[in-house]
């Protein structure tokens, strides 16, 4: 009986080889994927600012248009419209600067875990074909039945892997969030103070507010695609549609919402609940996978329960 769970445990580590071969496979493929669609927004948003730039230079400069606006009383209007167009140019740059940062060193990541796994066909297949031997060898109907409920004992332990990555992905950015929140919820106070006449003091804590959102709002983007990936492996393997729908989009609506109007108290408001939503999101789908992985944990038990009474019938 020592053979049984000694070979089970071997193919139960082969299959978890075999199952991190092909995840590793699927993500590094999307990360290429998505780092080609990110390159191409840098070369986009370079060129964009460099044009707004050159803007917000004209209009500092004496030229027939300066001297319109002038005469016309809308020079300050417009050149801080255009300052405004350079801020939101400038943070889309940043950001799809850093993702391909962060996109860059994951690749390195799942490289070079992939290469740990690269044999795990090889290993499964060589114990698949131990196991025929073992059955042939004690020609026992018990023997195989032995092994079957081995088997499936073996792939959900492996299922049920995959549901606690992508739990852990779930709550990292979920934590993510919350902090993004808090900060959003910070510079949203110190707005309201500014609306009414705050001074200075109260304008500049308000944007150091937003600078740090800024910053948790990136790394709340790079730990919901991360967090989509672990479902996307999810969807694939058990057909299971959780309605992800598109995370990806997240820090998009606070850099073209917030930063054109950046003094503005509604887009803070706007940004926020934006966040909060998402929030919800991620919360409803981690209620979906527990739900998910309690089921699997039964079916496992019922399995376990059923080899175990196999064994001492025998």
Same mark, same amino acid.
């Given at each position: 009986?020592?053979?049984?769970?000694?070979?089970?445990?071997?193919?139960?580590?082969?299959?978890?080889?075999k199952?991190?071969?092909?995840?590793?496979?699927?993500?590094?493929?999307?990360?290429?994927?998505?780092l080609?669609?990110?390159?191409?927004?840098?070369?986009?948003?370079?060129?964009?600012?460099?044009?707004?730039?050159?803007?917000?230079?004209r209009?500092?400069?004496?030229?027939?248009t300066?001297?319109?606006?002038?005469?016309?009383? *809308?020079? $300050?209007?417009?050149?801080?419209?255009?300052? %405004?167009? @350079?801020?939101? #140019? /400038?943070?889309? =740059? &940043?950001?799809?600067?850093?993702?391909?940062?962060?996109?860059? *060193?994951? $690749?390195?990541?799942?490289?070079?875990?992939? %290469?740990? @796994?690269?044999? #795990? /066909?090889?290993? =499964? &297949?060589?114990?698949?074909?131990?196991?025929?031997?073992?059955?042939?060898?004690?020609?026992?109907?018990?023997?195989?039945?032995?092994? @079957?409920l081995s088997? /499936?004992?073996?792939?959900?332990?492996?299922?049920?892997?995959?549901?606690?990555?992508?739990?852990?992905?779930?709550?990292?950015?979920?934590?993510?969030?919350?902090?993004?929140?808090?900060?959003?919820?910070?510079?949203?106070g110190?707005?309201?103070?500014?609306?009414?006449?705050?001074?200075?003091?109260?304008?500049?804590?308000?944007?150091?507010?937003?600078?740090?959102?800024?910053?948790?709002?990136?790394?709340?983007?790079?730990?919901?695609?991360?967090?989509?990936?672990?479902?996307?492996?999810?969807?694939?393997?058990?057909?299971?549609?959780?309605?992800?729908?598109?995370?990806?989009?997240?820090?998009?609506?606070?850099f073209?919402?917030?930063?054109?109007?950046?003094?503005?108290h509604?887009?803070?408001?706007?940004?926020?609940?934006q966040?909060?939503?998402?929030?919800?999101?991620?919360?409803?789908?981690?209620?979906?996978?527990?739900?998910?992985?309690?089921?699997?944990?039964d079916?496992?038990?019922?399995?376990?329960?059923?080899?175990?009474?196999?064994?001492e019938?025998a």
């Open positions: 009986m020592t053979v049984f769970t000694e070979l089970n445990e071997r193919l139960f580590e082969a299959k978890e080889k199952r991190k071969k092909a995840k590793y496979e699927e993500h590094i493929a999307r990360s290429e994927a998505y080609e669609e990110e390159q191409q927004k840098v070369n986009q948003f370079y060129v964009q600012l460099q044009k707004e730039k050159k803007d917000v230079s209009l500092e400069r004496i030229s027939l300066n001297i319109f606006f002038t005469i016309m009383g *809308k020079k $300050l209007e417009k050149l801080d419209q255009e300052k %405004q167009e @350079v801020i939101a #140019a /400038e943070l889309k =740059y &940043k950001e799809a600067v850093e993702t391909i940062e962060d996109l860059k *060193k994951e $690749l390195v990541e799942w490289r070079a875990k992939l %290469q740990l @796994v690269g044999n #795990a /066909e090889v290993e =499964y &297949k060589k114990l698949l074909d131990e196991k025929e031997r073992l059955i042939h060898d004690k020609h026992s109907l018990l023997s195989r039945e032995l092994y @079957v088997d /499936e004992e073996t792939s959900i332990r492996s299922s049920l892997k995959e549901y606690e990555e992508a739990n852990k992905a779930g709550l990292s950015a979920l934590s993510a969030l919350q902090r993004a929140i808090h900060s959003l919820d910070k510079a949203k110190w707005s309201t103070w500014d609306m009414f006449g705050g001074g200075m003091i109260t304008t500049a804590i308000k944007h150091s507010h937003l600078d740090d959102a800024r910053k948790r709002i990136h790394y709340a983007q790079n730990q919901l695609r991360l967090f989509q990936e672990e479902l996307l492996d999810i969807e694939n393997h058990f057909h299971i549609n959780m309605e992800i729908g598109n995370f990806l989009t997240f820090a998009d609506y606070f073209d919402g917030i930063v054109v109007d950046w003094l503005v509604g887009k803070i408001n706007d940004s926020l609940n966040a909060e939503e998402t929030t919800a999101k991620v919360r409803e789908i981690l209620s979906i996978l527990e739900e998910h992985k309690n089921l699997l944990t079916n496992y038990n019922q399995i376990v329960k059923k080899r175990r009474e196999t064994l019938s």
